[in-house]
């Protein structure tokens, strides 16, 4: 398969993920979804349509590789200057966006093993060390349910706690992809209830926030991780369905489920989108760039390849009609989808005003 398109794409990312750290600004954690969000669109969507294109598929993963290595030197830097722990690991909300890089590290996994299966021993190596960071991670969420439930921090939770879940059941994903044994899938089962109780204790604390929440906070105080709630439960199924683990009856429940949220938190999207039109002028209401927006690629394409992998066979017949829709618009949902963000990305992170500058100077030199 060939992807010009997306080729070039990663080739601008790289080049704008490489600028604000040459002009020093800061760099957001979450810039590991842009991986999440990329990868599972190589993951899920490519397949499904045929483009005659120029540049090979490699030359693609090779690029999201190299950027994924590159944002991992630059975060590692942040963490020796100290930086990275003052803002993530102190901060009992925030620092569930670590998550982001194991999830993250997990999709390149399988874009990676899809594409050069002959690299399984340096994938499977990568995905130790990744679960290696899964578990202080897992520490990390721990320690910050404590701080938020004894202090009562819910003020300030938002769909980012929902990480821990997605974090946790992107490793079946990878392992199961990998391997396939009898006790890795008694292991998964397991791994997996653990990620649902984590979901769990999640739904509790967004639930509590949302009840905080007045209407007149809906333009700014909505943020945009909280569609990470169905897609958590979406890459749970992800991960029963890869792991086969459980039957079903489980996975038709946690399909209604991931379904009806996602119909939920995105009507409240469409909400929220209506109330921002009303108050500000277009450029502010939807015309911002925040490195937080591409959870929303990452979540739609969840849900899609969740539905796209679902076996409905004894089901009625409603949801194999469901199903073949959802396929069928999925496709170019998340190709627009994936334009919109490019080009809000672009539109931000450009050296815009830095460019016209050099160029007044060299005109009136």
């Keep these: 398969m060939y992807r010009f398109l997306f080729g070039l794409l990663l080739f601008f990312l790289f080049l704008i993920i490489k600028s604000p750290m040459i002009r020093g600004s800061r760099i957001d954690a979450s810039y590991g979804a842009m991986i999440m969000a990329i990868g599972i669109f190589f993951i899920g969507v490519f397949p499904q349509f045929e483009m005659p294109l120029i540049l090979p598929s490699y030359f693609v993963d090779l690029s999201l590789f190299f950027i994924w290595l590159y944002l991992i030197g630059s975060f590692m830097k942040a963490a020796l200057q100290g930086v990275f722990r003052k803002r993530y690991l102190t901060h009992p909300v925030q620092s569930f966006a670590v998550g982001t890089w194991v999830a993250a590290t997990s999709i390149l996994c399988l874009v990676l093993y899809h594409q050069f299966p002959y690299l399984k021993s340096f994938i499977f190596i990568v995905a130790l060390l990744n679960t290696g960071l899964w578990a202080f991670y897992l520490f990390l969420c721990l320690k910050s349910y404590r701080v938020i439930f004894s202090s009562k921090y819910f003020e300030r939770v938002h769909g980012i706690v929902f990480l821990s879940t997605v974090s946790t059941q992107s490793l079946i994903i990878v392992f199961n992809t ?82 009806l949220l996602f119909l939920l938190i995105e009507g409240i999207e469409l909400w929220r989108l209506a109330v921002r039109l009303r108050l500000y002028p277009l450029q502010q209401a939807i015309g911002r760039y925040h490195v937080s927006q591409w959870a929303r690629n990452f979540t739609f394409g969840t849900f899609f390849v969740f539905t796209l992998n679902m076996d409905f066979t004894g089901a009625p017949a409603i949801f194999n009609q469901l199903q073949a829709a959802i396929i069928q618009s999925g496709v170019p949902v998340l190709v627009t989808l994936l334009i919109i963000e490019s080009l809000l990305f672009f539109k931000d992170s450009l050296p815009w005003q830095e460019s016209q500058q050099q160029m007044k100077r060299v005109i009136l030199k």
Excluded at 184 to 204: D, E, H, K, T
Excluded at 236 to 248: E, L
């Design 178 to 259: 990998l391997f396939h044994s009898p006790f890795l899938q008694g292991m998964s089962r397991f791994v997996i209830i653990l990620g649902l109780a984590l979901y769990g204790i999640n739904l509790c604390l967004f639930t509590i926030r949302c009840r905080q929440l007045r209407r007149t906070d809906l333009a700014d105080g909505w943020k945009n991780t909280n569609c990470i709630v169905h897609g958590a439960m979406s890459i749970s199924g992800m991960a029963a369905i890869v792991s086969r683990a459980f039957p079903g009856e489980v996975l038709l429940g946690m399909w209604i489920w991931a379904g």
